[in-house]
Nanobody
Framework: QVQPVEPGGGLVQPGGPLRPSCTAL????????LRWYRQAPGMEREMVAG????????VYADSVKGRFTISRDNANNTVYLQMDSLKPEDTAVYLC???????WGHGTRVTVSA
């Protein structure tokens, strides 16, 4: 079973950057669509960003457009979520998923607070 792993969360001040990553053993991520979701306490899980396999086309939620960037590093079998200009409302657990493999990581906690 493929299990994505998402290191790179943490505590950051408002306006700061953070870059969690997603990697997985036993699968070549460049072959798959991959999406980042987030779930804040008491809220439904929402998709934040996605990237296709073949062309690396990207899609973003309106709430993060212009601030977040999803990208691939195929040499290291990793997908990054560069998060800039972070706001307190971005506080959530961020999860990586490979939809076609029905695989979810355990998530990484991001806290934006002064």
């Amino acid at each position: 079973q493929v299990q994505p792993v998402e290191p790179g969360g943490g505590l950051v001040q408002p306006g700061g950057p953070l870059r969690p990553s997603c990697t997985a053993l036993g699968v070549t991520l460049s072959m798959y669509i991959l999406r980042w979701y987030r779930q804040a306490p008491g809220m439904e899980r929402e998709m934040v960003a996605g990237i296709t396999g073949a062309t690396s086309s990207t899609v973003y939620a309106d709430s993060v457009k212009g601030r977040f960037t999803i990208s691939r590093d195929n040499a290291n079998n990793t997908v990054y979520l560069q998060m800039d200009s972070l706001k307190p409302e971005d506080t959530a657990v961020y999860l990586c998923t490979i939809p076609s493999r029905k695989s979810w990581g355990h998530g990484t906690r991001v806290t934006v607070s002064a």
